[in-house]
């Protein structure tokens, strides 16, 4: 078998077809020579011709548009990372990406996070709404908890809780930095409707907000070092990285770890308190 194959766009079509059930779809499932779907049954949920659809699986059909792309992917059913091996394969480049409004994390997502013990650690949205944490997080940077979900997000915090202010040692840099990574990671995400309420909102309630947002920067979370001044602990110092949830571009996983050994001593002492 050949390790290469020049028509990989239809070998993944057929394949995906054949793995459909027609019963399931409403077709008749007798009298089928293969499984799955037949070509013209394809064709018709997405609204193309045969002819057309029967050339594109022969490799013989041109670049399919974005909008017929889309429309056969609903037709075969597939899946997120289905559909977006779709695109790469008929056009050299990702979909756009279908932002979704995301409420929480996984039971899995959040037992990573809670075994993270001396780490603050938290999950938040590409709109920056906090939507998973550990119990170091909650004792370091903010209890969440006790906060309606609609007030846990970061960059609101950051411009409207003066408790948030007041703990960062450099606040202008610190929300400079962050707005520019909000307006990269919203944009990303195809928040864009989302981005834009919040947006008027902060803007309308904070001048600072409004004159970052208009200097139209735009940053990388990446890593590096964050200096807090907590009303318990004192001064304190975390080494930040921040990681992709793979399958969800819109979420990101912040780890805080302590910058020294007397860091990680404060953190226990606030935990056990």
């Known amino acids: 078998m050949p390790a290469t194959n020049s028509n990989s766009l239809g070998t993944y079509l057929k394949d995906r077809r054949t793995r459909l059930d027609p019963a399931a779809l409403g077709y008749p499932s007798l009298r089928r020579r293969t499984p799955g779907l037949r070509r013209e049954e394809v064709a018709q949920r997405a609204n193309v011709s045969t002819a057309w659809y029967t050339l594109l699986e022969q490799g013989r059909g041109g670049a399919p548009s ?133 947006v008027d909102e902060l803007g309308a309630a904070s001048p600072e907000f409004a004159a970052m947002w208009r200097d139209n920067d735009v940053s990388s979370f990446g890593d590096g070092v964050k200096h807090i001044r907590h009303p318990l602990g004192g001064p304190m110092a975390f080494e930040y990285s921040s990681f992709a949830v793979d399958g969800r571009p819109d979420l990101g996983m912040v780890v805080f770890n302590p910058a020294t050994p007397g860091d990680r001593e404060k953190v226990k002492a606030l935990l056990a308190a």
């Not at 059913?77 to 091996?85: A, D, G, P, T, Y």
């Not at 004792?139 to 809780?161: C, H, I, S």
């Not at 990269?184 to 989302?194: E, M, Q, T």
Request: hydrophobic share 45%; glycine share 4%.
């Open 66 to 198: 974005t909008e017929v792309l889309e429309r056969i992917a609903q037709a075969l059913m597939l899946s997120s990372i289905e559909r977006e091996h779709l695109f790469l394969l008929a056009q050299n480049r990702p979909p756009e990406i279908r932002y979704q409004e995301s409420v929480g994390v996984t039971p899995r997502l959040q037992r990573v996070l809670d075994s993270l013990e001396w780490s603050p650690a938290l999950v938040r949205s590409a709109t920056w709404d906090v939507l998973g944490w550990n119990r170091a997080a909650a004792k370091v940077l903010t209890d969440y908890g006790t906060l309606p979900p609609e007030r846990r997000n970061a960059l609101r915090m950051m411009f409207l809780d003066p408790d948030v202010r007041a703990a960062q040692l450099d606040w202008e840099s610190v929300a400079r930095a962050m707005v520019a990574v909000f307006r990269a990671d919203a944009a990303r995400a195809g928040a864009s409707g989302r981005m834009a309420t919040l």
